[in-house]
């Protein structure tokens, strides 16, 4: 059965420290997405992917990198986390062309103290 | 800018009235469209999915949607909601050229009331 499957589901960060969320497809799906969710904003694109070894950004990259190492994986890195981006992020994966409707996985929430 | 709007932030139906929620998108060229649902504290679960052919489409929990270049909108519809239907639903593009893009509009809060 087709999946997206992030984790951690819950975390708790320190302000400046390290955040790596991660993200796992068995879709086949060239392209993955990340995507923050804030209440009055909707679904905000961070970075995407077209494929391993691609990344590109979104519509608010700003204080993240994105890395995908295989087709499966997509892992989205605050590598010095602030307050501002608690929330609750998305992946997603979908076909080449987007003939392959996305699917989403449950959501990571992040809190940064 | 290419873009997907959804004007109405809420919408309020008894049940089983008839449902209409609307979506229209700018976008200059072939658009892969989407509705998804969201209920509280899930992921967005896909409803249904329009590529270039047949305007309406069916979806799941009996959803259409109807696609029209005209009017640049693609709005869905149920004929009797369910109280189960209470959700958030958002309207979704994908731009075709270039960047394969996955926009978002800001979604609506569907209220069912008894």
């Known amino acids: 059965e087709a999946a997206v499957t992030q984790s951690p589901r819950n975390k708790v960060a320190v302000t400046g420290g390290k955040v790596t969320l991660s993200c796992n497809q068995t879709?086949?799906?060239?392209?993955m997405y990340w995507y923050r969710q804030d209440t009055g904003h909707g679904l905000r694109l961070i970075h995407y992917?077209?494929?391993?070894?691609?990344?590109e950004k979104g519509d608010i990259p700003d204080g993240y990198k994105a890395s995908r190492p295989s087709q499966e994986n997509f892992s989205l890195i605050l590598e010095l986390a602030t307050p501002s981006q608690t929330s609750v992020y998305f992946c997603a994966s979908g076909g080449r062309d987007g003939n392959q409707a996305p699917l989403f996985g449950e959501g990571t929430r992040l809190s940064v103290l | 800018a290419q873009s997907v709007t959804q004007p109405d932030a809420r919408v309020t139906v008894s049940e089983g009235a008839s449902l209409q929620l609307r979506c229209k998108y700018s976008y200059f060229g072939t658009p892969y469209l989407f509705w998804y649902v969201q209920y509280p504290r899930q992921g967005l679960q896909l409803l249904l999915k329009?590529?270039?052919?047949?305007?309406v489409v069916q979806g799941v929990n009996g959803f259409e949607a109807e696609f029209s270049k005209s009017n640049s909108s693609f709005h869905l519809r149920k004929a009797s909601v369910h109280w189960s239907d209470w959700a958030v639903y958002f309207c979704?593009?994908?731009?075709?050229?270039?960047?394969?893009?996955?926009?978002f509009g800001s979604g609506t809060q569907l209220t069912v009331m008894p």
């Open positions: 329009y590529y270039p052919g047949d305007p």
């Open positions: 992917s077209y494929g391993a070894g691609s990344t």
């Open positions: 979704a593009v994908i731009l075709s050229s270039g960047s394969w893009q996955l926009i």
């Open positions: 879709n086949n799906h060239n392209n």
